[in-house]
């Protein structure tokens, strides 16, 4: 485990909750259109395989997007300040959103996902603005907040979403774009600036290249393995994110109001964990064991998701893996922590650009390999391709993070 940073200045004032706040707002937004946006791209398309593929590629274009803009938001948010990159945020996500509801053809969608990819930045930025203002030993319990949070957001908004869609496929959009709207206003009134001026770093260009990000993080000896855990974890991640839909879908001919239902359970389980379980997590078994631990859950559930026969299988697997949601904010804080306080909005888009890296390949991968098997017969356990593949690189994240520790243990017994 690294050692903590050096000289870390005192936490700045500001509210937590007000960014606990806007990131529910966001993302009920964003939950809304989770479990409708795959079937909508199928009223453009001719068959299953096509819908896959061109799901995919949306989900690439918008991961695209992300990974150029975000780094060059995270460096902005250290130069500006927090506030005015979340209002910017919240912006274009309304646009992004009604753009993609009123949108006649796929091409009018990409335009939305374009403008959603340029601006999506709320989560790194919130979690610099709790870098802000958390002190050095409850940082990871502020990671928590905020991923619970984002989880409180799935729990109404894929389910109310859901619901909207079984009435017409185009009103989520319209009931997202409004919310996005609601919570510019209520950042621009409401949310006060977390980033003192004595702690802003410079802009540099350097900082603003996505792969300059990737490759700084790649380059420190000090949390290489855990860089390389995290993005494996996120890959993983993201195809099931980029497939669930249209697997369950395929699978159990489920309707936009059942995945609705099954991705409310997902942030229930989220919501329970990172608000109200992290803090004995954390205690009872301590950062490390509790990353490993959370990862070992999820690479077992994501090969259970595969092999599920029935739907109400997925429910079962989803209240079983709770330890796996407390894996990120745990693996999360243990980097925060080796990184200077000036650093933390740099940092924190240079972990978003991993994220977007997997969300280009994944969704085109997931989507590809879903294609390929979507002419199957329900019960045909190949179907579930794409969730074998996110449970081995689960595995592999363990083992390198496993290693990554080990290594650290034994370097320091022989200091001592």
Request: proline content about 5%; hydrophobic content about 50%.
């Amino acid at each position: 485990m690294p050692a903590p940073a050096e000289q870390t200045p005192a936490p700045s004032k500001g509210n937590l909750n007000f960014v606990l706040v806007c990131v529910f707002i966001d993302m009920l937004g964003i939950g809304l259109v989770v479990p409708v946006l795959p079937i909508l791209v199928g009223e453009y398309v001719h068959d299953k395989e096509a819908q896959a593929l061109w799901y995919g590629v949306m989900g690439a274009v918008f991961g695209l997007m992300q990974f150029i803009f975000m780094p060059m938001l995270g460096a902005i948010s250290d130069r500006v300040g927090r506030r005015p990159v979340l209002l910017y945020s919240m912006a274009g996500m309304c646009i992004n959103f009604l753009s993609t509801a009123l949108a006649p053809n796929l091409a009018y969608m990409f335009i939305g996902r374009v403008i959603g990819g340029m601006s999506s930045a709320s989560m790194s930025v919130a979690s610099a603005y709790a870098s802000d203002i958390s002190t050095h030993e409850n940082r990871a319990r502020s990671f928590g907040k905020i991923g619970a949070a984002f989880g409180l957001g799935f729990i109404a908004g894929p389910m109310l979403g859901g619901l909207l869609g079984d009435v017409n496929l185009h009103l989520p959009f319209y009931a997202a774009a409004a919310l996005s709207a609601a919570n510019f206003l209520y950042g621009y009134f409401c949310v006060p600036e977390s980033l003192p001026q004595a702690q802003r770093a410079p802009f540099k260009l350097t900082r603003v290249n996505p792969l300059a990000g990737v490759f700084k993080l790649a380059g420190r000896d000090d949390i290489r393995g855990l860089v390389v855990a995290f993005a494996l974890m996120t890959c993983a991640q993201m195809m099931l994110q980029s497939t669930w839909v249209l697997y369950t879908s395929f699978r159990f001919n489920w309707s936009t109001g059942q995945n609705g239902l099954a991705l409310f359970c997902v942030g229930m389980a989220a919501a329970v964990v990172q608000a109200g379980l992290l803090g004995v997590f954390m205690r009872v078994f301590g950062e490390v064991r509790l990353t490993l631990i959370g990862l070992a859950s999820g690479c077992i559930t994501y090969l259970l998701y595969g092999l599920a026969t029935q739907g109400w299988m997925m429910y079962l697997f989803i209240c079983c893996n709770l330890l796996a949601f407390a894996a990120g904010p745990a693996l999360q804080g243990i980097i925060s922590k080796a990184t200077p306080a000036n650093e933390q909005g740099e940092l924190m888009g240079s972990l978003q650009s991993i994220s977007s890296l997997g969300a280009i390949l994944m969704p085109l991968l997931g989507s590809f390999v879903l294609g390929q098997v979507s002419h199957l017969p329900p019960n045909d356990w190949r179907i579930g391709t794409s969730f074998f593949m996110c449970s081995t690189m689960q595995a592999i994240a363990i083992m390198v993070a496993y290693h990554y520790f080990s290594a650290r243990r034994r370097a320091r017994g022989q200091s001592a």
